[in-house]
């Protein structure tokens, strides 16, 4: 089989594709999720705006470009400086709510497992006691 390096080649394609570095799938990674967590705090339509925009959440400034979009590039690379890997998740709410504010930024995000992800829900937060009820 002859490489034609043709982007319509399907043969190509698969072969670009597995030669995408860990750092290429990571960047898409983080933009796929900083989308996802963008679209919930300012788009209405969004399943989850309810929950996190109506709710008041918000991205950092620092994070976000003159027309309100996430900045990739100040968000990209601050992730991958600060402990984001293939298979954690953005955990932005239990420093949030220690620091009492709804803010999706660089002060309150860092990458937790899936399963600690889950301890610290907006459910578990204690507002009289200002702690967290988690029962390990």
């Not at 990674?29 to 989308?35: E, F, H, M, R």
């Not at 969004?46 to 979009?69: M, Q, R, T």
């Amino acid at each position: 089989i002859v490489n034609c390096q043709r982007k319509t080649c399907g043969y190509c394609m698969r072969k670009y594709n597995r030669e995408l570095t860990s750092r290429d799938k990571k960047r898409q990674k983080i933009q796929d999720i900083v989308k996802n967590h963008w679209q919930r705090c300012y788009n209405s339509k969004s399943d989850a705006w309810l929950s996190y925009g109506a709710n008041g959440w918000y991205f950092a400034k620092e994070w976000l470009k003159p027309d309100g979009y996430p900045d990739y590039s100040v968000i990209i690379p601050w992730c991958l400086n600060n402990g984001y890997e293939i298979g954690k998740v953005l955990e932005k709410d239990k420093l949030a709510y220690e620091l009492g504010i709804k803010e999706i930024g660089p002060r309150t995000v860092r990458f937790v497992s899936p399963s600690e992800n889950q301890m610290y829900t907006h459910d578990k937060w204690d507002k009289a006691k200002n702690k967290w009820n988690i029962i390990k």
